[in-house]
């Protein structure tokens, strides 16, 4: 019978609810800050747009979502330190606006405060360690901002640290790099490993004295793109004590989806970039942001999900699993996987799955909020 009404499923749905009542639900990255600064979207309503709203944050239970304050590789020096501030800015006037629905949180102090309150708390993050410029004081004055965590890259090489979609140029981190990785422990800023070749995940790993994160990237061994982690990388990361977001993007999941994603990664031509600055720069974003709204069709599942999930799992341990959907910032979610609203049925089908309820609570927020309390404090 059970079969038959579903009823089986509503019972796993029930016990994921009540169960994101006692769990602050964590998304290690989510790119909705542009969707803020570039459309200028107001996310306490419903939007039927994109991915993320503060109605289907609370309805997916993710009540500490990270913001990641994104600004295109071909946003260079002192441009990509405007446009981070321009984000930051974007992002201050949103919350401000809706001080009963939203607040920012610099802490895991923060976030257990701001959660039990009932309102979304906020983790800013920038993506791209080219938003520092080369300098240490910008790297420090964003942390002055409540900016929690930076990833080293995005999808090109920085003059001091290796990218996994770049040809490699300084064979990891360089001298610099690994100074900014210092840095940013002394500072208590994560380091954010997504997104870097494996040479510059081993140096970080080798370099940091503090728990990182991978914020959105999943397992190589059932998808095979340069951004996923090998198992070595997964078990290096269990030693590290650090956690990986799973990532929810077309190609992350599926190894059909990974085909058709390296055919179009390997496509683009980053000779093609723009060479401009100030309002045009802005402009050409902006288009950009528009292109990008188009539904991709993938062949990935909410199953697909649940089995890099399960081995990560296996391989890094229960302690080093979490969520980081890239929601905003992806084009074909899964299929029961549609927008954040959907996380809940994410933790209904891992408790299907056989997941005790202590495992669901440490992937979907336990856990990264443990290297937060570690890496930022309290
Ligand atoms: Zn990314």
Redo the contacts with the bound molecule.
């Keep these: 019978m059970a079969a038959v009404c579903g009823c089986a499923q509503d019972t796993y749905l029930e016990r994921a609810r009540r169960l994101a009542s006692e769990y602050i639900g964590i998304d290690s990255?989510i790119d909705t800050a542009q969707r803020v600064l570039i459309a200028g979207e107001d996310l306490t309503q419903r939007t039927g747009r994109g991915h993320v709203d503060l109605p289907r944050l609370r309805e997916g239970g993710v009540r500490a979502p990270f913001f990641a304050l994104?600004v295109p590789t071909y946003y260079k020096g002192a441009e990509a330190v405007r446009r981070t501030l321009d984000l930051r800015e974007a992002m201050q006037r949103f919350v401000e606006a809706h001080p009963d629905q939203i607040e920012f949180a610099a802490s895991a102090a923060d976030i257990e405060r701001v959660a039990r309150a009932g309102r979304i708390a906020a983790f800013l993050t920038i993506?791209g360690g080219h938003q520092i410029d080369d300098d240490l004081a910008v790297l420090r004055q964003y942390r002055r901002m409540g900016i929690m965590a930076m990833?080293l890259t995005?999808f090109r090489n920085t003059d001091w640290a290796d990218s996994s979609t770049d040809k490699p140029e300084h064979d990891g981190l360089t001298d610099f790099g690994k100074e900014v990785v210092r840095e940013m422990n002394r500072i208590g800023m994560i380091v954010d490993v997504?997104?870097v070749s494996d040479k510059t995940f081993q140096d970080a790993l080798a370099v940091s004295s503090k728990p990182v994160i991978v914020s959105?990237s999943s397992c190589r061994a059932l998808s095979n793109v340069p951004r996923n982690m090998t198992d070595d990388m997964l078990r290096a990361l269990a030693k590290n004590g650090g956690v990986v977001g799973i990532n929810f993007g077309e190609g992350f999941l599926n190894q059909q989806d990974a085909d058709a994603l390296m055919k179009a990664v390997n496509s683009i031509s980053f000779s093609k970039m723009p060479d401009l600055t100030g309002k045009a720069l802005d402009d050409y974003a902006a288009e950009e942001f528009r292109r990008d709204t188009t539904a991709v069709q993938v062949h990935a599942t909410i199953d697909d999900a649940v089995a890099h999930i399960d081995h990560a799992v296996k391989v890094a341990g229960i302690d080093h699993v979490g969520i980081g959907s890239?929601f905003d910032?992806i084009s074909g979610p899964p299929k029961g996987l549609e927008d954040i609203s959907r996380e809940v049925q994410l933790a209904a089908a891992l408790l299907k799955k056989g997941y005790s309820d202590g495992d669901v609570k440490k992937i979907m927020g336990g856990n990264t909020l443990r290297v937060i309390r570690e890496v930022v404090g309290k």
Excluded: K, N
Aim: aromatic share 10%; glycine share 10%; hydrophobic share 10%.
């Design positions: 990255h994104w993506e990833t995005h997504s997104h959105h890239d910032g």
